[in-house]
């Protein structure tokens, strides 16, 4: 990458590109609400607990850790359903962003896994910390200074 170009020029992303319809933050409160005219309300982790034996449900022992890159999901190449894994995802799929969640759902897991998946073609590794943070001071000056999961040149 050239000094002075932006990743984003580097990639020549196009938020006007109309090979994909994107729904709108409307379009998916829609989609809720269709589908929450036909929901069955989960069952809280107490009424999980407290069900017969033979219909207990076994908790996730897997937690995967994946990157946030929308051209990929963890739940579609793994063929994952409710109840084999707890996914979190972060930026280039690094365990560090994700270690106090998963640090807190083990107390009442109790995982035996852990998965932590990187990709080709990730492109957190080109979007360095130093750009955002301009980009950032350029959208909103004088901002507090934050931590940034990306990369340090
Ligand atoms: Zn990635």
């Known amino acids: ?20 319809k994107r729904p ?6 829609e989609r809720n609400a269709k589908r929450a005219q036909d929901f069955t309300p989960i069952l809280t982790f107490d009424d999980l607990s407290n069900l017969p034996v033979e219909k ?8 995967i850790v994946s990157c946030d ?15 084999d894994a707890v996914v979190a995802t972060g930026v280039a799929g690094r365990i560090a962003h994700q270690f106090e969640n998963m640090l807190f759902l083990d107390h009442f ?13 990730c492109s957190a590794g080109i979007f360095m910390n130093d750009e955002i943070h301009k980009a950032l ?13 990306g990369y340090e040149e």
């Open 56 to 63: 207990q449900i076994p908790m996730p022992k897997i937690f």
């Open 109 to 121: 897991l109790h995982f035996e896994d852990i998965m932590i998946i990187h990709h080709t073609n």
């Open 24 to 29: 709108s933050l409307q379009e998916l409160l």
């Open 137 to 149: 001071e350029e959208r909103a000056p004088g901002h507090p200074t934050i931590q940034l999961p």
């Open 1 to 20: 990458m050239d000094a002075g170009q932006s990743s984003k020029q580097l990639f020549k992303l196009n938020d006007q590109a109309t090979t994909y």
């Open 69 to 83: 890159d929308p051209r990929i999901i963890a739940s579609d190449f793994l063929g994952l359903k409710q109840w």
